[in-house]
């Protein structure tokens, strides 16, 4: 507005006041200061900002589309691994006064809050199913899969227990053999062989190293696996919403029985942590599919493995944990023959997909 850099806002006011009344007869109307530029008290107290430096979403939005597809992918695989680390430390930090069973549970619920509006707009139709067993099955493992991985993190090492997460591959080619009916040729079983032997590189049985957590981290990473094959099992014609419903109502109804059972009296602060727990959580798990769903399989599964990297950098940060060389070398083998199993199933034209990774 004209004159607006030299007068303030009061003083334009009582200005806009005097120059509304007509002048005396006999004399000449009240003239107006002369306008000046835009911004010229701004340039004067130092803060002009030059045009076309603001941060425009729509530009942002189409420079991300002009992206590779592929490098789309990565991005959100990244993100996710980097989201899937801090709710990791966010357990084991919580861990150290909770159940693991009642962190757990803030994931599936918050999980259900989320969704809820969701369900509630498609209305009770979107419950009706002719798979509810599969539902109930995938609901059980689910929540067996959160568990132990939650009581993994809190009694391992952030890096060790990442690493058997990526061992869920490994057990995918077994279950698929046995429950889903696929062939699997020579080179993948030797992948997965070299992935367990990797196991016990990092397990070393004989070293009087054998933790029970172990076992439960394994567990986490075979019932993920189960989930993901009863996934595969529900007819493609139920949709994602009714899977998403049916795994939030019954993952936070059976979770909230042993909760309750083992639940300790919480500070506001614990329950902060809780809820971050459950947002970071959801919110990795929807970048994760956005990242496959984006991007080839192939392409950017590796990138998922920067988990080992977070969760060591948070193991070092807040708890000093500083991993040794054999799960250096075993969480290498773990990886290698993962990322050749992605590969290998991408060039036969079944790619990996992503499932409910944690």
């Known amino acids: 507005m004209p004159g607006r850099g030299l007068l303030g806002a009061g003083e334009t006011h009582r200005f806009r006041r005097v120059s509304q009344h007509p002048a005396p007869p006999g004399q000449p109307a009240l003239a107006s200061p002369p306008a000046e530029p835009a911004f010229a008290g701004d340039a004067a107290r130092g803060t002009a900002r030059p045009a076309g430096r603001s941060l425009d979403p729509a530009a942002l939005a189409a420079a991300w589309q002009r992206l590779p597809a592929n490098t789309r992918g990565a991005a959100w695989i990244l993100l996710a691994a980097a989201g899937f680390s801090t709710m ?13 069973l009642q962190i757990a549970f803030f994931r599936c619920w918050v999980g259900l809050a989320l969704v809820t509006p969701l369900i509630v707009r498609a209305g009770p139709r979107i419950l009706l199913s ?11 493992v689910g929540i067996i899969a959160i568990g132990c991985g939650f009581y993994a993190f809190t009694h391992l090492p952030l890096a060790t227990a990442t ?3 990526f061992t869920k591959p490994l057990f995918m080619i077994v279950l698929a053999v046995l429950l889903l009916g696929e062939v699997v040729r020579w080179r993948r079983w030797t992948a997965t062989v070299a992935g367990f032997v990797g196991v016990l590189v990092m397990v070393r049985p004989g070293a009087g190293t054998l933790d029970p957590a172990i076992f439960i981290s394994l567990t986490q990473a075979l019932c993920i696996a189960i989930a993901v094959v009863l996934v595969k099992k529900v007819p493609r014609t139920e949709s994602n919403l009714t899977i998403l419903a049916y795994f939030g109502i019954l993952s936070t109804t059976l979770m909230g029985i042993p909760a309750a059972i083992v639940w300790q009296p919480m500070t506001a602060a614990q329950w902060g942590l809780g809820i971050a727990v459950g947002l970071f959580g959801v919110a990795s798990q929807w970048a994760i599919i956005n990242g496959y769903r984006t991007g080839e399989a192939s392409a950017v599964a590796p990138f998922d493995y920067t988990r080992l990297l977070f969760a060591s950098l948070f193991g070092i940060v807040l708890f000093g944990e500083m991993p040794d060389v054999w799960t250096v070398v075993g969480a290498g083998i773990i990886v290698a023959a993962t990322v050749y199993i992605a590969r290998r199933e991408a ?6 997909k992503a499932g409910p990774t944690d």
């Open 347 to 352: 060039r036969i034209g079944a790619p990996a």
């Open 130 to 140: 002719r798979s509810w067993k599969l539902h109930v099955g995938r609901a059980l």
């Open 88 to 100: 990791a430390a966010l357990v084991k930090i919580l861990g150290q006064n909770l159940p693991s």
């Open 163 to 165: 690493a058997f997460t």
